[in-house]
C-alpha cells in the first residue's frame, strides 16, 4: 500500500510568482486535505477536496485554490505569492469526510515552500 | 468551535527524565485524539491517537489517555532518550479537517 506522496519537496519562488503543489492520495482514499505550517506553529487547515469539488475551507484567500482529479491526486495552487506564504505545506488523505477514525487523516511527507 | 491547548515549550529533560507534555482541548460532540511527532526538517508522523472517552493511545513507550471530565489528552513517557528529542503537536478532529495545537518543543540532553 503506497502512503501518501507530495512534489516538489523543496521550492524556492519570488514574491508575486505562482506555483503549484501536487499530492498523491493514499491507495482507497477519496479526500484531501491540505494543511500550511509556518515555522514555530502548528499546522492550519486550508481546505478540503472529496469527489473533485471543495468540501471546506479554512481562513485562507482565494489566490489559494485548489484541484482534485478523479484519481483522487490534488494540487494547491497558490498566486500572486507573498514573503508569509514560506511554509511547510503538508497534504492529507482520507476516506470520506467525517470526524470519525474510519476517516483518519493520513499525512504527506510536506512541501517546504521559501518565497523570497 | 473546536481547539487545542498545549503546554508552552520548549521541554528540556536530561535522558531517562519523565515526560508529560499538556494539553487540553474543547470540542463539541466526540472528536477523536492525537498526538503526532515533528523531527527536524520532516513532516507530521502519528504517535498515538485514542477515538472516545477512556482510551488510551501507547506507542514506542508513549501513553496518553483521552479524559473527557477534565477534556485532557496529556501524552506522557516514563524515560525519555536524546532519539525523542523534537516537536510535539496535539490534535483533535474537527467538522472535516484535523485542529492542531501549537507544538511543544523537546530536547533531551545526554
Known amino acids: 500500500e503506497t502512503g501518501v506522496t507530495q512534489s516538489p519537496t523543496h521550492l524556492i519562488k519570488t514574491r508575486g510568482q505562482q506555483v503549484t503543489l501536487r499530492c498523491s492520495s493514499q491507495?482507497?482514499?477519496?479526500?484531501v486535505s491540505w494543511y500550511q505550517q509556518a515555522l514555530g506553529q502548528g499546522p492550519q487547515f486550508i481546505f478540503q477536496?472529496?469527489?473533485?469539488?471543495?468540501?471546506g475551507r479554512g481562513n485562507f484567500p482565494p489566490r489559494f485554490s485548489g484541484l482534485q482529479f478523479p484519481n483522487y491526486s490534488s494540487e494547491l495552487n497558490v498566486n500572486a505569492l507573498e514573503l508569509d506564504d514560506s511554509a511547510l505545506y503538508l497534504c492529507?488523505?482520507?476516506f470520506g469526510m467525517g470526524q470519525g477514525i474510519d476517516n483518519e487523516q493520513f499525512f504527506g511527507p510536506g512541501t517546504r515552500l521559501t518565497v523570497l | 468551535g473546536n481547539s487545542v491547548t498545549q503546554m508552552e515549550g520548549p521541554v528540556t529533560l536530561s535522558e531517562e527524565a519523565f515526560l508529560t507534555i499538556n494539553c487540553t482541548y474543547t470540542?463539541?460532540?466526540?472528536?477523536?485524539l492525537f498526538w503526532y511527532v515533528q523531527y527536524p526538517g520532516e513532516g507530521l508522523q502519528l504517535l498515538l491517537k485514542?477515538?472516545?472517552?477512556?482510551d488510551k493511545g501507547s506507542n514506542k513507550g508513549f501513553e496518553a489517555t483521552y479524559r473527557k471530565e477534565t477534556t485532557s489528552f496529556h501524552l506522557e513517557k516514563g524515560s525519555v532518550q536524546v532519539s525523542d528529542s523534537a516537536v510535539y503537536f496535539c490534535?483533535?478532529?474537527?467538522?472535516?479537517?484535523?485542529?492542531f495545537g501549537t507544538g511543544t518543543r523537546l530536547k533531551v540532553l545526554a
Open positions: 492529507a488523505s482520507s
Open positions: 491507495s482507497g482514499h477519496n479526500t
Open positions: 477536496y472529496y469527489r473533485e469539488e471543495e468540501n
Open positions: 470540542a463539541t460532540g466526540y472528536p477523536s
Open positions: 485514542a477515538t472516545k472517552a477512556d
Open positions: 490534535a483533535l478532529t474537527g467538522t472535516y479537517k484535523y485542529i
